[in-house]
């Protein structure tokens, strides 16, 4: 059983169109994220969430917009692609701790390529 | 806000060689945390660091935490091609914040 999956692997998609990537983890954390990594691999946090409250909000712009329906599920909607917004996406899960963040379990990514 | 600066951003070296890459907070940390990336997966995570002057080691890779808890590092002896990838130090205060990785090639 795949602890964080999201859905889907692959996205090629034109200027200007809106997409959703979604995310399950089934580990029972109480805390999710959302990270964008670019071509030169720096890891940069975009949104933290902990059961379902939004907790982190990086400067991100306003047309991505995440949504939690419950603590498993963290979903990510871009409007109005731009080719900056190429990268790889990953939704990342974990249970935090007395003095800090717990261990990060991240899904596998998922590659969006804006043409 | 929190910043973590890692070096050195590319690492190249020769199959049995020793590799180390090093990582500094702006901030005090309260723990931190190291993580692999191998080519085209994701970051899975190795380990966390939490007392000042921590050294842990797990069979090649040995990681320590400074004694000022601002800074850490991670030391591979005896690389292998299977160490191929990216190494990030995370480093946890008011939340927990990537430095930018290591990206080590092993040249067989």
């Known amino acids: 059983d795949t602890a964080v999956s999201q859905t889907p692997k692959y996205l090629v998609t034109q200027m200007g169109n809106d997409k959703s990537i979604k995310c399950e983890q089934n580990?029972?954390?109480?805390?999710m994220y959302w990270y964008k990594q670019d071509s030169k691999k720096f890891l940069k946090i975009m949104f933290s969430?902990?059961?379902?409250?939004?907790?982190i909000n990086e400067t991100v712009p306003n047309r991505f917009s995440p949504k939690s329906p419950d603590k498993a599920h963290l979903n990510l909607h871009i409007n109005s692609l731009e080719l900056g917004d190429s990268a790889v996406y990953f939704c990342a899960s974990s249970q935090p701790r007395t003095g800090g963040a717990g261990e990060l379990f991240f899904g596998e990514g998922s590659r969006l390529t804006v043409l | 806000g929190q910043q973590v600066m890692q070096i050195p951003q590319y690492q190249h070296v020769q199959e049995g060689e020793d590799f180390t890459t090093y990582c500094n907070s702006s901030?005090?940390?309260?723990?931190i945390q190291w993580y692999k990336q191998r080519p085209g997966g994701h970051p899975v995570f190795l380990i966390q660091?939490?007392?000042?002057?921590e050294v842990k080691k797990q069979k090649r890779l040995t990681f320590q935490f400074g004694e000022a808890k601002k800074n850490s590092s991670l030391h591979i002896t005896a690389t292998q091609t299977t160490d191929v990838g990216t190494y990030f130090c995370a480093g946890s205060a008011r939340q927990l914040t990537f430095g930018s990785g290591t990206q080590l090639t092993v040249l067989p």
């Open positions: 901030t005090t940390l309260s723990n």
């Open positions: 660091l939490v007392k000042s002057g």
């Open positions: 969430y902990n059961n379902k409250e939004l907790i």
């Open positions: 580990l029972g954390h109480d805390t």
